[in-house]
């Protein structure tokens, strides 16, 4: 069975809308989560939609000092670090060590969990 060019182009532009759409829908989520987990932490939550500073704010939050996010730049080491950050992150609220691995492994899940769950942020 052959297919036309035209058929073929209009299924890769669907399924470039459904990526394009999708990977907004998740965006919009992320910051929604982080936007309430910030406010949590007392944060102010418009930092979340910063492109910077909300990496400062995430690390003061999980590390108690900001800076660190600087790690992130230095490469191998910043994918570390990112992973540790969100596991600290989960411990900064009082979360359990399951709890924040799964934040590690599926986070935009447990990002919601965190956002709008009953937890306190306990400190760095």
């Known amino acids: 069975?052959?297919?036309?060019?035209?058929a073929y182009n209009a299924a890769a532009a669907g399924a470039s809308a459904g990526s394009i759409?999708?990977?907004l829908a998740l965006s919009v989520i992320m910051i929604v989560a982080m936007w309430?987990?910030?406010?949590k932490a007392g944060e102010?939550?418009?930092?979340?939609?910063?492109?910077?500073?909300?990496?400062?704010?995430?690390f003061k939050i999980?590390?108690?000092?900001?800076?660190?996010f600087l790690l992130c730049?230095?490469?191998?080491?910043?994918?570390?670090?990112?992973?540790?950050c969100l596991f600290k992150l989960g411990k900064a609220f009082g979360k359990s060590t399951g709890f924040c691995i799964g934040l590690v492994l599926l986070s935009p899940i447990f990002?919601?969990?965190?956002?709008?769950g009953n937890s306190q942020y306990q400190g760095a």
Do not use: C, H, R, T
Not at 1 to 6: P, Q, V
Not at 36 to 39: H, N, R
Not at 73 to 84: N, R, T
């Open 21 to 23: 759409i999708f990977s």
């Open 73 to 84: 730049l230095i490469p191998f080491v910043g994918s570390i670090v990112a992973l540790v």
């Open 62 to 68: 999980a590390f108690g000092n900001g800076w660190l």
């Open 36 to 39: 309430k987990i910030f406010a």
């Open 44 to 58: 102010p939550g418009w930092a979340a939609i910063v492109p910077i500073y909300n990496a400062y704010v995430e």
């Open 111 to 116: 990002l919601l969990i965190l956002a709008f």
């Open 1 to 6: 069975m052959e297919y036309s060019a035209d």
